[in-house]
């Protein structure tokens, strides 16, 4: 820091500094109070010493002392302050252009800091101050320029300035500039650095130049990242489109995903690969998880942008089923429906019924099972249905072999079908072929034995490769699709059953249904497709609420172009039983970055030239000297010994230091092992991984608020432990959570635990794999465990009924098994010290600050979390109570009660 750096709010202070001679004077002059001597009579003729003189002037050195301290204080009062800005250029007002428009929320914070210290600036300096915000407010009103005022009532006015959920129109602030009451301005443009298509950008730039001085104050490209094209959803994953606005090194963000009640459902890194400007990260989650998606975020990057809502024309997938005929047979294994309902069932809203009530009521896919011959009304309701995004999949059979004039399929068929394998044939059933790299098939592996018997054959035509999706090894079509619109027609071939091929026996027949209905697009009711009142919107930080108050009825060219402004906010349109999103990322086209400045252009960061205000520091230094003078002058009083003066000055200029400090340290081993005798604990281990130890704090405080709420358990803080370094017999029970990089315990580690266990500890392990194969990991963690044989939970075990009477112990999954240390008669009162398993308990009991759930329990939602409750309190009292409720003892006691 330079001298050039430093200015004083209130420089007219520093005149007291001439009084610092006079002060000298008068110091010297004023010598200290002399020493006060007991002299009793009776002590006169007892060796009186003579008495010791006064100084006739203060030490020097204690002259100099005070006058630093009366400078300090001097300087103090006159405010001083360090700023790396230079002046203010120009002799106008102060010209703030704010953007704030969606892309400023990110940084939004720091912008604001910033042009409220140039405010101050301007201030200082006596300068009046204008303001322009360059986005449509709330009111649908334009940018308009506020002053020339003063500054101090320009930060206020800076205060109301918000981010909103739209664009900023750089049109209207050119218009409303050239309106401006000054010619000459000193001018900060506090840009969110994003270009315009028509290049508005630019043409501010330039005109803003023209008042004399612009600064530019960018912000980071980094800040900033948005979520433009809608998810895709198929059988798989979820697969999202990240899009940044230039292209740089290396960056990686972190997704959320939540549900309608803002519980977390997922979280995922997306990574920008170094210069790429796109990222697409996928979420790997079961269908039923995925499809309760409703809100996708970018984390640490709140804005209106960088939220993506989810609605139910692209969550639902209502899928009709209809059969050529009503054969009797819709519950037996050759029902034409029985395989589709079973494989698309999971994670789709089935439906039956005549096609044009199927139709009506809204549908993604329909499925027609050797329909025969269509009459003209339902053939013009689904030509219309599909050409309007609707995917109609058809399976043959042997109406539909003799039906070959029919249009709604992708090819033409000849008369009749074709047997393979048969009496009367000379051929062998066909095996299905590899698919193609084009086909949406691809990847998907032919069992051996799948065979088809019997097929309908396409007419050869040229397009029909193009066509073909999946064919026998022989050649021939198996299936075949084509567009129809804005919608898909598709054809099987074969029949839905088994009676003219085995195929919808094998796990291959539901693989290529999801791969269909993947193709298909979802919808929110026939009433969302209409114009539809908004519901909730979104504010600039990207956070749902109640409507804004411009907001209005939104039609389907809004949500189909992304119409978005004060009247249309992004947000949810509809009521609470059918929604559609509109989201601001549709109508972004060619998002980028501001590639180049107008010439002579001041560009400056908003982490640069920040104040630092040098007087309640210089305050801080003149109260610790006047205690240190105080102490002198005791001293020199006589009031203090000499070492007693030596030792406070130096405890005072310790006490002095120790203001500016912040002591950050933890409690040490004795304090904590203090805290965990007063008080049950539940500990977890601390696996290494962060997001693994934040689940598992967060389900013990979950598992703590129940026990405090439905027992008389007062627990305490949830405590992380290192079997290696900590003491165990603390706590009554210990949470295991087992990761997959996790090693083997060393020896003291080993020690320790098994002492813990031959104690009357209990561990609970868990792999949290749902019982996929986390178990490898478990035998090499308890590898050296003192560990007798594990069985499953009896029906019987007193952790069945500990306080709860249970027999499923779910967790985030439902589907693990619960095993037990078998119980070795007398040893440990039979109690099993160890209990196994995997279905992630610390995620179900996962609470946030709010005590709202953080993860989703699959696939049994709030009752399967209930059940997880239970089961943790059955568990802490088995930890703590034993086998008393196996106490035969007291059966008779329990019935009497239960008889009453």
């Given at each position: 820091?330079?001298?050039?750096?430093?200015?004083?709010?209130?420089?007219?202070?520093?005149?007291?500094?001439?009084?610092?001679?006079?002060?000298?004077?008068?110091?010297?002059?004023?010598?200290?109070?002399?020493?006060?001597?007991?002299?009793?009579?009776?002590?006169?003729?007892?060796?009186?010493?003579?008495?010791?003189?006064?100084?006739?002037?203060?030490?020097?050195?204690?002259?100099?002392?005070?006058?630093?301290?009366?400078?300090?204080?001097?300087?103090?009062?006159?405010?001083?302050?360090?700023?790396?800005?230079?002046?203010?250029?120009?002799?106008?007002?102060?010209?703030?252009?704010?953007?704030?428009?969606?892309?400023?929320?990110?940084?939004?914070?720091?912008?604001?800091?910033?042009?409220?210290?140039?405010?101050?600036?301007?201030?200082?300096?006596?300068?009046?101050?204008?303001?322009?915000?360059?986005?449509?407010?709330?009111?649908?009103?334009?940018?308009?320029?506020?002053?020339?005022?003063?500054?101090?009532?320009?930060?206020?006015?800076?205060?109301r300035v918000e981010p909103q959920p739209w664009p900023t129109d750089r049109k209207a602030t050119l218009a409303a500039l050239d309106k401006a009451p000054f010619a000459e301005a000193s001018v900060f443009w506090a840009s969110d650095g994003i270009a315009d298509p028509d290049g508005a950008d630019?043409?501010?730039?330039?005109?803003?130049?023209?008042?004399?001085?612009?600064?530019?104050?960018?912000?980071?490209?980094?800040?900033?990242?948005?979520?433009?094209?809608?998810?895709?959803?198929?059988?798989e994953a979820m697969t999202l489109h990240l899009l940044r606005p230039a292209a740089g090194p290396a960056r990686t963000v972190e997704l959320m995903a939540s549900d309608r009640q803002g519980q977390l459902v997922a979280r995922q890194p997306a990574t920008f690969e170094a210069g790429a400007t796109?990222?697409?990260?996928?979420?790997?989650?079961?269908?039923?998880?995925?499809?309760?998606?409703?809100?996708?975020?970018?984390?640490?990057?709140?804005?209106?942008?960088?939220?993506?809502?989810?609605?139910?024309?692209?969550?639902?997938?209502?899928?009709?089923?209809?059969?050529?005929?009503?054969?009797?047979?819709?519950?037996?294994?050759?029902?034409?429906?029985?395989?589709?309902?079973?494989?698309?069932?999971?994670?789709?809203?089935?439906?039956?019924?005549?096609?044009?009530?199927?139709?009506?009521?809204?549908?993604?896919?329909?499925?027609?099972?050797?329909?025969?011959?269509?009459?003209?009304?339902?053939?013009?309701?689904?030509?219309?249905?599909?050409?309007?995004?609707?995917?109609?999949?058809?399976?043959?059979?042997?109406?539909?072999?003799?039906?070959?004039?029919?249009?709604?399929?992708?090819?033409?068929?000849?008369?009749?079908?074709?047997?393979?394998?048969?009496?009367?044939?000379?051929?062998?059933?066909?095996?299905?072929?590899?698919?193609?790299?084009?086909?949406?098939?691809?990847?998907?592996?032919?069992?051996?034995?799948?065979?088809?018997?019997?097929?309908?054959?396409?007419?050869?035509?040229?397009?029909?490769?193009?066509?073909?999706?999946?064919?026998?090894?022989?050649?021939?079509?198996?299936?075949?699709?084509?567009?129809?619109?804005?919608?898909?027609?598709?054809?099987?071939?074969?029949?839905?059953?088994?009676?003219?091929?085995?195929?919808?026996?094998?796990?291959?027949?539901?693989?290529?249904?999801?791969?269909?209905?993947?193709?298909?697009?979802?919808?929110?009711?026939?009433?969302?497709?209409?114009?539809?009142?908004?519901?909730?919107?979104?504010?600039?930080?990207?956070?749902?609420?109640?409507?804004?108050?411009?907001?209005?009825?939104?039609?389907?060219?809004?949500?189909?172009?992304?119409?978005?402004?004060?009247?249309?906010?992004?947000?949810?349109?509809?009521?609470?039983?059918?929604?559609?999103?509109?989201?601001?990322?549709?109508?972004?086209?060619?998002?980028?970055?501001?590639?180049?400045?107008?010439?002579?252009?001041?560009?400056?960061?908003?982490?640069?030239?920040?104040?630092?205000?040098?007087?309640?520091?210089?305050?801080?230094?003149?109260?610790?000297?006047?205690?240190?003078?105080?102490?002198?002058?005791?001293?020199?009083?006589?009031?203090?010994?000499?070492?007693?003066?030596?030792?406070?000055?130096?405890?005072?200029?310790?006490?002095?230091?120790?203001?500016?400090?912040?002591?950050?340290?933890?409690?040490?081993?004795?304090?904590?092992?203090?805290?965990?005798?007063?008080?049950?604990?539940?500990?977890?281990?601390?696996?290494?991984?962060?997001?693994?130890?934040?689940?598992?704090?967060?389900?013990?405080?979950?598992?703590?608020?129940?026990?405090?709420?439905?027992?008389?358990?007062?627990?305490?803080?949830?405590?992380?432990?290192?079997?290696?370094?900590?003491?165990?017999?603390?706590?009554?029970?210990?949470?295991?959570?087992?990761?997959?990089?996790?090693?083997?315990?060393?020896?003291?580690?080993?020690?320790?635990?098994?002492?813990?266990?031959?104690?009357?500890?209990?561990?609970?392990?868990?792999?949290?794999?749902?019982?996929?194969?986390?178990?490898?990991?478990?035998?090499?963690?308890?590898?050296?465990?003192?560990?007798?044989?594990?069985?499953?939970?009896?029906?019987?075990?007193?952790?069945?009924?500990?306080?709860?009477?249970?027999?499923?112990?779910?967790?985030?999954?439902?589907?693990?098994?619960?095993?037990?240390?078998?119980?070795?008669?007398?040893?440990?009162?039979?109690?099993?010290?160890?209990?196994?398993?995997?279905?992630?308990?610390?995620?179900?009991?996962?609470?946030?600050?709010?005590?709202?759930?953080?993860?989703?329990?699959?696939?049994?939602?709030?009752?399967?979390r209930e059940m997880a409750y239970r089961f943790g309190v059955n568990i802490v009292m088995y930890a703590l109570t034993g086998n008393y409720k196996s106490d035969q003892v007291h059966v008779p006691a329990i019935l009497e009660r239960l008889g009453q």
């Amino acid at each position: 820091m330079g001298l050039a750096d430093l200015s004083f709010a209130a420089p007219w202070v520093l005149v007291a500094l001439l009084a610092l001679p006079v002060l000298w004077w008068l110091l010297r002059l004023m010598p200290p109070a002399p020493k006060r001597q007991i002299f009793p009579a009776i002590r006169l003729l007892f060796g009186l010493r003579p008495p010791e003189e006064t100084p006739y002037r203060t030490p020097w050195w204690l002259l100099l002392l005070r006058l630093v301290i009366a400078a300090l204080i001097i300087v103090a009062l006159a405010h001083p302050l360090e700023d790396a800005r230079k002046a203010l250029a120009g002799d106008g007002p102060l010209l703030l252009v704010v953007d704030n428009g969606w892309a400023a929320a990110a940084h939004w914070n720091e912008q604001e800091a910033t042009l409220a210290d140039r405010l101050r600036q301007a201030e200082r300096e006596g300068r009046m101050a204008a303001l322009i915000a360059t986005a449509p407010g709330a009111d649908g009103a334009k940018p308009q320029i506020q002053g020339p005022m003063p500054a101090a009532e320009a930060r206020q006015a800076l205060g109301r300035v918000e981010p909103q959920p739209w664009p900023t129109d750089r049109k209207a602030t050119l218009a409303a500039l050239d309106k401006a009451p000054f010619a000459e301005a000193s001018v900060f443009w506090a840009s969110d650095g994003i270009a315009d298509p028509d290049g508005a950008d630019k043409q501010l730039g330039e005109r803003l130049a023209k008042f004399g001085s612009l600064t530019v104050i960018a912000a980071p490209d980094s800040a900033r990242a948005l979520l433009q094209r809608p998810p895709e959803n198929n059988s798989e994953a979820m697969t999202l489109h990240l899009l940044r606005p230039a292209a740089g090194p290396a960056r990686t963000v972190e997704l959320m995903a939540s549900d309608r009640q803002g519980q977390l459902v997922a979280r995922q890194p997306a990574t920008f690969e170094a210069g790429a400007t796109e990222a697409n990260p996928q979420i790997k989650l079961p269908v039923e998880l995925r499809n309760r998606i409703a809100t996708i975020s970018v984390a640490n990057e709140a804005s209106a942008g960088s939220t993506f809502l989810v609605d139910a024309q692209w969550r639902r997938r209502p899928v009709g089923l209809v059969a050529g005929a009503d054969t009797g047979r819709e519950e037996t294994l050759l029902s034409e429906l029985y395989y589709l309902r079973r494989a698309l069932g999971p994670g789709t809203d089935l439906r039956e019924g005549t096609i044009p009530s199927l139709i009506q009521g809204g549908l993604s896919m329909l499925a027609m099972v050797d329909i025969g011959r269509l009459t003209a009304e339902e053939t013009d309701a689904l030509q219309h249905w599909v050409e309007n995004g609707g995917l109609l999949l058809r399976f043959a059979g042997p109406r539909l072999a003799e039906n070959t004039d029919d249009t709604l399929l992708p090819v033409r068929l000849r008369s009749g079908g074709r047997t393979l394998g048969g009496a009367l044939t000379w051929e062998q059933p066909a095996q299905i072929a590899p698919f193609a790299p084009t086909s949406p098939f691809a990847g998907l592996t032919v069992p051996d034995d799948v065979r088809v018997f019997r097929q309908v054959l396409a007419e050869p035509e040229l397009s029909l490769g193009d066509k073909t999706w999946a064919r026998l090894t022989d050649g021939t079509p198996l299936v075949t699709a084509a567009r129809s619109g804005r919608g898909w027609l598709v054809l099987v071939h074969t029949s839905a059953n088994a009676d003219w091929s085995n195929l919808a026996l094998s796990g291959l027949f539901v693989q290529m249904l999801q791969k269909i209905l993947a193709l298909s697009e979802g919808v929110a009711g026939s009433e969302a497709n209409g114009t539809l009142p908004p519901y909730r919107t979104l504010d600039g930080f990207g956070r749902l609420g109640a409507p804004a108050p411009l907001a209005t009825a939104a039609g389907p060219e809004v949500f189909d172009k992304g119409l978005i402004g004060p009247d249309h906010p992004p947000g949810f349109y509809g009521s609470e039983a059918t929604q559609r999103a509109l989201n601001l990322g549709t109508g972004l086209i060619g998002w980028q970055a501001i590639q180049a400045w107008p010439e002579g252009v001041t560009v400056e960061s908003t982490s640069v030239g920040a104040t630092f205000d040098f007087k309640p520091w210089l305050l801080a230094a003149a109260l610790a000297l006047f205690l240190i003078d105080l102490v002198i002058s005791l001293a020199l009083r006589g009031l203090l010994p000499g070492r007693a003066a030596v030792a406070g000055a130096l405890l005072l200029l310790a006490l002095a230091g120790g203001l500016a400090a912040t002591p950050a340290q933890a409690k040490d081993n004795d304090d904590n092992a203090l805290g965990d005798t007063q008080q049950t604990r539940l500990a977890y281990v601390s696996s290494g991984d962060d997001e693994i130890d934040r689940a598992s704090k967060a389900g013990l405080l979950g598992l703590s608020l129940v026990l405090r709420q439905r027992t008389a358990i007062d627990v305490g803080e949830p405590v992380a432990i290192n079997p290696a370094r900590d003491e165990l017999a603390f706590f009554p029970l210990i949470y295991w959570p087992i990761s997959n990089g996790e090693v083997a315990m060393s020896d003291t580690a080993l020690r320790r635990v098994n002492d813990y266990l031959k104690n009357g500890g209990l561990i609970l392990f868990d792999t949290r794999d749902g019982g996929a194969s986390g178990f490898a990991n478990f035998n090499r963690v308890a590898r050296g465990i003192d560990i007798t044989r594990l069985i499953q939970v009896p029906q019987d075990h007193v952790l069945t009924k500990a306080f709860y009477l249970l027999q499923q112990f779910p967790g985030r999954w439902a589907s693990g098994t619960l095993w037990v240390e078998e119980g070795q008669g007398r040893s440990n009162d039979g109690v099993s010290s160890v209990v196994v398993g995997s279905n992630d308990w610390a995620a179900a009991w996962a609470v946030d600050e709010s005590g709202q759930p953080l993860y989703a329990t699959v696939p049994g939602g709030q009752r399967q979390r209930e059940m997880a409750y239970r089961f943790g309190v059955n568990i802490v009292m088995y930890a703590l109570t034993g086998n008393y409720k196996s106490d035969q003892v007291h059966v008779p006691a329990i019935l009497e009660r239960l008889g009453q």
